[in-house]
């Protein structure tokens, strides 16, 4: 077990110790979409969805999201963040929502990103589902990471 970094020599989980790591410049950059309703869709573009303005609402909750990583994801370290953006695009039949976390540091901040990525689109869900109870959130994945020992990754660096 001992090539488990989470795993300790007797199989306990544990926090790896990035104590000795360089610290480095370090991005990531997740996505996810929300599909609903044409009227529900024309509600939020329109800005005319009873909870207010969603986007707006979304936009915060990732950014405290990703914030709060390590308190939800176990294991996670907290991390100093420089910067957290959420930014969404409004397609046909849904939103897409693409969230980056950026420090300069011992660990990445995949997780940050994947955690605003959701976290934002739930609150789209919460804010829109008097419209639309069926809304569906898929494609949550990372899609960009850069800094650390392994570099640059984007997603389709691993595909043959």
């Known amino acids: 077990m001992a090539d488990l970094t989470h795993l300790d020599a ?3 989980a544990r926090m790896v110790d990035v104590g000795g790591k360089a610290e ?3 991005l990531a950059i997740a996505e996810g979409r929300i599909t609903m309703n044409a009227a529900a869709l024309n509600a939020l573009r329109d800005g005319a969805v009873p909870k207010g303005d969603v986007l707006a609402a979304a936009r915060i909750a990732g950014i405290m999201a990703a914030k709060r990583t390590a308190d939800l994801i176990p294991l996670c370290h907290p991390l100093a963040l420089d910067s957290v953006t959420i930014d969404f695009a409004v397609e046909d039949g849904g939103v897409r929502v693409t969230a ?3 420090l300069t540091g011992r660990t990445g901040v995949e997780m940050e990103a994947l955690t605003a990525a959701s976290v934002a689109l739930l609150t789209i869900y919460d804010m829109a589902k008097a419209l639309d109870k069926g809304m569906v959130i898929s494609g ?3 899609i960009e990471k850069r800094g650390g020992k392994s570099g640059l990754w984007r997603v389709g660096d691993d595909q043959p």
Do not use: E, H
């Open 10 to 12: 007797a199989g306990k």
């Open 140 to 142: 949550i994945r990372l």
């Open 100 to 102: 980056s976390a950026s």
């Open 24 to 26: 480095t410049a370090r």
